[in-house]
């Protein structure tokens, strides 16, 4: 099999792995895009003739098309598929020209159909490799062309020019990047990461002990936090205090065991302007928010501000959260200053609302039970909360969740198996509290995540999804927060290596991608244009202040520059006439051209063998040689032999032109 039949694989496959990392396509897709991909490897590896059967591998093409129209997978997919499913028809049969070129026009329109669903970095990486492969293939396309119409022996083509066309169009790419308006159509939708069935951690929207599984990480980022203006130094102990629970909602609705948001849960009232004067100590931040289709703002608790940029819009939301008023499909920047506070203050709640904040569920008399053993007698609720909370951190925390199975989990949490994740904890908290007379709710958040040295920033993904108390203090007249969840398990130290560091150096990679690149706006257009208008018009302004002795002495500098400039200048190397195989010039001649630039000047028009005869008439002791370069010279030309020898022959070459000058003077 041929090289350029294999090289035609590789700009599909790479599109391929292109679309798999934007993660916008279920898997059962990517294994229908992959499919004729591999089928038509496999053709190829194994010398397979499919033309008789062209035919019906086009019909399969249009029926793997129909069915994702009748399947109604949706346009952007049935696109995509459809132009994979062209590309494995087209790999599996021969093909000429036309047919390679149009491998490479559907694996670009893969690309532009792609790009507008994501802004990934990882997306870039692929990008790239796509453009050096599209440029190895059009090269040698242009190449074999060239060779079958000069009617050429056929050899390698320059294959190194890949690695700068590709940084050229990397820097046209940039340039048209800076200077285009912004386009955002932003296609990928997110989802909450609701649990239904307890498999991987993530922000929820209900809470359900019943029917969950085991827990698994996951490393989805939701959130940077760059402390104060945006600088990368380690911030003291109370910004990590401060922000250590970010809120989105609140669950005041219990069914049974379900806890939901409540449509009279109030909008929170603590985010609002600021005074200054009230600002005792202020907790300063830039939150980044990755894209989610319900675009929840978490939140750390006080008295503050948040002010979105690049005109977005929050609202309140359900449970008493806010959000974005237009889902966002970029990461976005929030301005985020509040004043840390131990006690929410708010009106108590009264009427239905008290009543529901104080509803007990169904099932539930274990954890009354549980809650007057550990903290008998008539507490205030601070007391109460306190006593009860230290209890239950006395419990193990898991996320192998060993009550999930039972018939009732909040009992066997408590009393069989004393283990279990933050839901747990938090629902047999509220729960007992409702019990013992005290309006309470869970909270869905996050916690603060690790702060991740090489990027300067605190980062909080999905596997940092939390469940909390906030209850209502009649006494001191408003909400307080009680966190029963113990800590987590420590992390074992072989955890820590050259593969953790890669990760934490790769994602802070990833943030600077999304900071600096993904969040480009129009205002940044604008401010940098503003600033090169500003610099115009200080250099306009600007005027070299040189005595007249020294302006003369630096024309006269440039002048004589110049002046050395032409008169070293190589001229034209020996090569052949046109329409000939390497039209111009045989570069690997040049040290001998300039060597005997001044005594035997190659004439205009002068064929490299017609030059290199005359030189051996002009020494006859070294005619045996120029004779070998002459014919090396027209193997490189002619014949498409490596050019190497042919260098290392001219160098020497000149090295004894230069000896013989030397023993004659």
Do not use: N
């Given at each position: 099999m041929s090289r350029e039949g294999w090289l035609d694989h590789v700009p599909p496959a790479l599109a391929w792995g292109a679309v798999a990392a934007t993660e916008?396509?279920?898997?059962?897709?990517?294994?229908?895009?992959?499919?004729p991909l591999l089928w038509a490897a496999l053709a190829q590896a194994r010398g397979w003739s499919l033309a008789p059967w062209r035919r019906l591998i086009e019909f399969t093409a249009l029926a793997g098309f129909v069915a994702m129209v009748l399947a109604r997978a949706g346009l952007l997919p049935t696109v995509v598929t459809t132009l994979f499913l062209l590309c494995g028809a087209r790999l599996s049969l021969p093909r000429a020209l036309a047919e390679r070129r149009q491998l490479l026009l559907m694996g670009f329109l893969v690309f532009l159909t792609t790009a507008i669903s994501t802004t990934d970095l990882d997306f870039l990486l692929w990008s790239v490799a796509w453009v050096a492969a599209a440029a190895a293939v059009l090269l040698q396309q242009t190449w074999t062309q060239t060779g079958l119409?000069?009617?050429?022996?056929?050899?390698?083509?320059?294959?190194r020019l890949v690695l700068p066309w590709t940084v050229l169009v990397l820097v046209i790419a940039a340039g048209f990047f800076v200077v285009l308006p912004r386009l955002r159509l932003g296609l990928r939708t997110q989802g909450l990461g609701i649990r239904n069935g307890g498999a991987t951690a993530g922000l929820s929207d209900v809470l359900d002990?019943?029917?969950?599984?085991p827990i698994q990480a996951n490393r989805e980022v939701v959130l940077r936090i760059l402390p104060g203006e945006g600088g990368t130094a380690r911030p003291g102990p109370d910004f990590a205090r401060d922000a250590g629970l970010l809120r989105c909602f609140a669950l005041e609705d219990l069914n049974g065991q379900r806890w939901e948001t409540s449509p009279l849960t109030p909008v929170r009232g603590n985010i609002h302007w600021l005074q200054p004067a009230r600002a005792f100590r202020r907790l300063n931040g830039q939150f980044f928010l990755a894209p989610t289709l319900a675009g929840v703002v978490p939140l750390p608790y006080g008295e503050g501000e948040v002010e979105p940029t690049g005109g977005a819009e929050l609202r309140p939301a359900r449970g008493g959260g806010l959000r974005f008023a237009v889902p966002i499909r970029q990461t976005t920047l929030l301005q985020v200053a509040v004043a840390p506070a131990g006690l929410e203050r708010a009106p108590a709640p009264a009427g239905t609302r008290r009543a529901r904040l104080l509803a007990r569920g169904r099932d539930t008399g274990s954890a009354l039970a549980w809650s007057l053993q550990a903290a008998p007698g008539d507490l205030p609720a601070q007391a109460l909360a306190q006593q009860l909370t230290t209890a239950l951190r006395g419990l193990r925390y898991t996320l192998d969740n060993p009550s999930g199975a039972a018939a009732n989990p909040l009992e066997d949490f408590l009393q069989r198996t004393r283990a279990g994740h933050c839901e747990y904890?938090?629902?047999?908290?509220a729960v007992m509290l409702r019990h013992r007379g005290v309006p309470s709710r869970v909270v869905n958040g996050y916690r603060l995540g690790p702060w991740v040295e090489a990027g300067g920033y605190f980062r909080v993904t999905q596997s940092e999804a939390h469940s909390w108390v906030e209850y209502y203090d009649d006494e001191a007249g408003g909400w307080r927060v009680a966190d029963p969840t113990p800590p987590a398990p420590?992390?074992?130290?072989?955890?820590?290596?050259?593969?953790?560091?890669?990760?934490?150096?790769?994602?802070?990679?990833?943030?600077?991608?999304?900071r600096h690149v993904v969040m480009f706006s129009d205002q940044d257009q604008v401010a940098g244009l503003d600033w090169l208008q500003a610099q115009a018009r200080a250099l306009a302004g600007w005027k070299p202040r040189l005595p007249g002795g020294a302006r003369l002495g630096a024309a006269g500098a440039l002048l004589l520059?110049?002046?050395?400039?032409?008169r070293f200048r190589p001229g034209p190397v020996p090569g052949f006439r046109p329409r000939q195989a390497r039209q111009g010039a045989l570069r690997e001649l040049a040290p001998l051209v300039r060597r005997l630039r001044?005594?035997?000047?190659?004439?205009?028009?002068?064929?490299?063998?017609?030059?290199?005869?005359?030189?051996a008439l002009a020494r006859p002791d070294r005619a045996e040689a120029l004779a070998a370069l002459a014919r090396e010279a027209d193997a490189v030309a002619y014949g498409g032999q490596a050019p190497a020898r042919l260098g290392r022959l001219a160098r020497e070459e000149a090295r004894a032109w230069a000896s013989g000058r030397a023993a004659a003077s």
């Open positions: 916008a396509y279920a898997p059962w897709q990517l294994a229908v895009m992959a499919a119409r000069r009617h050429l022996h056929p050899h390698p083509p320059p294959y002990l019943a029917g969950q599984g904890f938090a629902c047999a908290l420590p992390v074992a130290l072989g955890a820590e290596g050259v593969a953790s560091t890669l990760v934490r150096w790769s994602e802070a990679i990833q943030f600077q991608w999304d520059g110049l002046g050395l400039l032409f001044k005594d035997h000047p190659p004439a205009a028009g002068e064929t490299a063998r017609a030059w290199l005869e005359r030189l």
